[in-house]
């Protein structure tokens, strides 16, 4: 160990040394770009604060003071940004591959994707990422989303932040809405199946739409299995938690599961769905369920729109093709976007109570009033002093309203609600204010996710940018500071107060991330902290090398053309941010090993003759000089 101490220093020293020398010279070309091009007033006006007081611009060295987590989209990945300085700070891949970090590729990536991952082809859509919640804000555990393509659910865990599992949810088509509990704390995440599909969807019915139904999925946060599902009338499209653990409720914009958009746009009203945790637990506790083809998982049937609802749900009517639903932070109302209608539906849950306990009979009785926005109302944040952010897609608009006074209108005072109406550039999706979704927001900050960017950056060929605009709202009057291309397309994001997420610095040994293939190593007789060494078993070949910058444990390793071979590094660095990568030639394999990890690759070698590997993430002043060489006998 005392030798692994001293290397480290060794290496901490040298590393230093390099990268010091690289980056003075990177910051001295940064100094001359920016006195051409901003001009020495302008770059000092930059690290002003602005009207509102607030310090948008963080300087070199700074750290923001949010942690911003945006879905990927169609990327399939999850991103860390940092707020208010919208610097881009990682990626997580999810659904998706990944080059540098190797996931889809090492065996612990292969073991979380699960589910034949080749039939996905590193295919996801994650539109939302929420993060768990201990009595009504974030407790820096985990991260969960989505994905709309393949029915998916993932979670994270903070302290790594990587993906350390992922589901497939049973019996329906198409994660959408994803949510967390929020009181006592999350024990459920809550994911909506969008698309309606027969039951079960074996080849049957294929034909009868009206045999079509989806379904509400709770999927426990720790042990993320599903633990009951409740069928509902309609479609299931967004959806939110309250702040005392008793419901969920989502919006549906095909209440007539219909299968074209004709048929879709049929009624006149849709519907916010609210499910009632209690109920739908302790009918699962009782044996009061059913269950679907093969799948064990409970189902509960929730139907009954016709009649207002079930024991388990609530059918509260609300304009056409609703979209956004939104939690208030004084834990008081469900909000309802609009989209077709100009109107959010504000939903009182006293009255959702009222309803369960059979003291409110019409659930039309719970919207207690329906403000008019603007054009395309999505979605809707809040602030710490009663007002709401909505953002209106048709208009390219993020309208400041007050609740109370939406309510007093409501009434039939005359008063005007809307506060302020900024435009955004351009066709606004999602709307996030800063730790907007817990009971501490802090109307600080707002990103507005646009969908189009347009003229705002430089054209980089047909395919555009995205642009998540940052906004103070901290002032009476909201702010537009900076502009923030985004590579297409987020659809969502959270900002965390920096003190609640404690990242690792780096990894520890007994992390059960890597623990299968330790064990793999235990029974080959292997301590991956110090061995160094080939293990053939049959036409299966095991290679264990530890790193140290700059060396590999093992400078070339001989195998037969054919052998299945597995290689496993422990990286033994134990400095922050001393990433080692295993590059091997030809072969398509590239994956990270951060301080202290262990991260493993199979692959079948079938080229005869001399692969080199290399490290592909820069460690040292040897960096280049860090390979060895794969040598394969012909068969
Ligand atoms: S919802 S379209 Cu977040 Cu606006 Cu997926
Ligand atoms: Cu090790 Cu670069």
New binding site residues.
């Given amino acids: 160990m005392s030798d692994h101490k001293e290397d480290d220093n060794k290496t901490g020293i040298s590393r230093r040394g390099f990268l010091g020398a690289t980056a003075a010279a990177s910051v001295a070309g940064a100094g001359l770009a920016a006195g051409v091009l901003v001009g020495g007033k302008e770059a000092e006006a930059r690290t002003k604060t602005n009207a509102n007081g607030l310090k948008f611009h963080v300087d070199p060295g700074e750290l923001d003071d949010y942690y911003g987590f945006w879905s990927g989209g169609h990327s399939g990945e999850v991103r860390i940004l940092g707020v208010p300085s919208m610097r881009e700070l990682m990626r997580i891949p999810v659904f998706n591959r990944d080059s540098a970090t190797g996931w889809g590729q090492t065996n612990e990536s292969k073991r979380i994707l699960g589910d034949n991952p080749q039939d996905y082809m590193g295919a996801g859509d994650t539109?939302?990422v929420h993060a768990s919640y201990t009595n009504g804000t974030y407790d820096g555990r985990y991260l969960f989303t989505n994905d709309k393509l393949n029915t998916r659910v993932a979670r994270i865990r903070m302290d790594i932040m990587k993906t350390d599992k992922i589901i497939t949810v049973p019996n329906v088509t198409s994660i959408?809405g994803l949510r967390l509990q929020k009181y006592p704390k999350s024990n459920y995440a809550f994911a909506n199946g969008e698309m309606v599909i027969p039951q079960p969807n074996d080849g049957r019915d294929l034909e009868n739409p009206e045999n079509y139904w989806t379904m509400l999925s709770a999927i426990d946060v720790e042990s993320m299995e599903v633990k009951w599902q409740v069928l509902v009338d309609g479609n299931l499209d967004?959806n939110d938690t309250d702040y005392q653990g008793k419901y969920v409720c989502s919006t549906c914009y095909n209440s007539a599961r219909g299968v074209t958009l004709p048929e879709m746009m049929g009624p006149e009203r849709d519907w916010a769905v609210v499910i009632n945790l209690k109920a739908v637990e302790e009918a699962v506790a009782a044996g009061d369920f059913t269950t679907i083809g093969d799948c064990k998982v409970p189902v509960v049937d929730g139907r009954g729109a016709e009649q207002g609802g079930s024991k388990f749900t609530m059918y509260i009517p609300v304009p056409r093709s609703p979209?956004?639903l939104n939690t208030t932070p004084d834990g008081k109302y469900f909000i309802a976007n609009g989209k077709l209608s100009p109107t959010v539906s504000i939903i009182e849950i006293a009255k959702v109570d009222d309803y369960f306990a059979g003291k409110l009979k019409d659930p039309r009785d719970a919207v207690i009033a329906e403000p008019e926005l603007g054009l395309g109302p999505?979605?809707t944040t809040y602030d710490n002093r009663g007002n709401a952010y909505t953002s209106v897609f048709l208009d390219s608009q993020v309208v400041k309203w007050n609740i109370a006074d939406a309510l007093r209108a409501a009434k039939g005072e005359k008063v005007n609600y809307i506060r302020q109406k900024l435009d955004v550039h351009y066709q606004i999706?999602?709307i996030k204010a800063t730790m907007a979704e817990t009971k501490e927001p802090d109307g600080k900050w707002l990103v507005a996710l646009c969908k189009f960017s347009k003229d705002r950056f430089l054209p980089v060929g047909p395919l555009h940018a995205e642009n998540d605009q940052l906004i103070d709202i901290s002032g009476d009057e909201m702010k537009l500071v900076h502009d923030g291309p985004t590579f297409p397309e987020p659809?969502?994001c959270i900002m965390v107060r920096r003190d609640s997420v404690r990242p690792a610095r780096v990894w520890k040994r007994d992390d059960p991330y890597f623990a299968e293939t330790v064990a793999m190593a235990k029974a080959d007789g292997i301590t991956l902290e110090q061995d160094n060494k080939v293990i053939r078993d049959g036409n299966q070949v095991r290679v264990y090398m530890t790193t140290i910058a700059p060396n590999f444990g093992l400078t070339d390793f001989k195998i037969k053309q054919g052998d299945e071979v597995t290689v496993v590094i422990t990286n033994m660095d134990s400095i922050e941010d001393l990433h080692h990568g295993f590059a091997l030639t030809n072969h398509g394999i590239n994956f990270e090993i951060a301080p202290q990890a262990t991260a493993s690759v199979t692959f079948t070698a079938n080229k005869p003759g001399v692969h080199w590997y290399y490290c592909s993430w820069f460690c040292h002043a040897l960096h280049m000089e860090m390979s060895g060489r794969m040598l394969v006998e012909a068969a």
Wanted: aromatic share 0%.
């Fill in positions: 539109h939302h959408h967004n979209h956004g999505l979605h999706g999602h659809h969502d």
